[in-house]
């Protein structure tokens, strides 16, 4: 189930299935191709936006989050362990029907492999997974591949439930400086091809 494809956006335009969210500041998203691969472009200046769509998807059938994505600039001293450093080039959040959320992101400081709680924010939970760390693969396409179902049980302690929504975020409000991301195609599957 393909919930991301840049390949069709007729006119470089977003399609209507996906919300523009903005937190702080001004967004700067596009539709872009990068080696010759149709992408989302997401910019950042001092700012907090993403984009959303609502899906529903049972983990139990298809537990896998497949993505790519490619940091072209990360947040100066951005570290998602502090709020006043809570600011990533690259997230794609999880949100699930108990109000519980799986954040995959690309931190500057936090070391690849990290999970732990990621909210401040009254009755909803959030736990981040750092994916990938630092500069060390910027401006790289990398492929992701996640178990959500896995990370859900991990995080929580319980089966996951349905999942009802997905989004893409970037932000650097908190650190004052600029990010700079591109996201490729995003999908549930059932197996790993």
């Not at 600039?73 to 519980?100: I, N, Y």
């Not at 400081?109 to 760390?133: H, N, Q, T």
Request: net charge positive; proline share 5%; glycine share 8%.
């Amino acid at each position: 189930m393909v919930v991301l494809n840049t390949t069709g956006w007729g006119g470089g335009r977003i399609p209507a299935s996906w919300e523009i969210k903005v937190n702080h500041g001004k967004p700067v998203v596009s539709v872009c191709k990068d080696a010759d691969t149709a992408c989302l472009h997401l910019l950042s200046i001092s700012s907090s936006f993403s984009l959303e769509k609502s899906v529903d998807v049972d983990p139990a059938q298809m537990p896998y989050l497949t993505w790519s994505w490619k940091v072209a600039q990360l947040p100066g001293r951005g570290d998602f362990r502090k709020s006043s450093t809570d600011d990533q080039a690259a997230q794609l959040l999880v949100a699930f029907s108990d109000r519980r959320v799986i954040s995959y992101i690309w931190d500057t400081r936090a070391p690849k492999g990290a999970m732990e709680s990621a909210s401040s924010i009254p009755l909803l939970r959030i736990v981040a997974v750092v994916c990938e760390s630092g500069a060390g693969q910027a401006n790289q396409w990398i492929e992701e591949s996640r178990n959500v179902a896995a990370d859900y049980a991990r995080a929580y302690g319980k089966p996951a439930p349905r999942v009802k929504g997905l989004r893409i975020q970037i932000n650097s409000q908190h650190t004052g400086t600029v990010a700079e991301s591109y996201f490729g195609d995003v999908a549930f599957r059932s197996t790993l091809q």
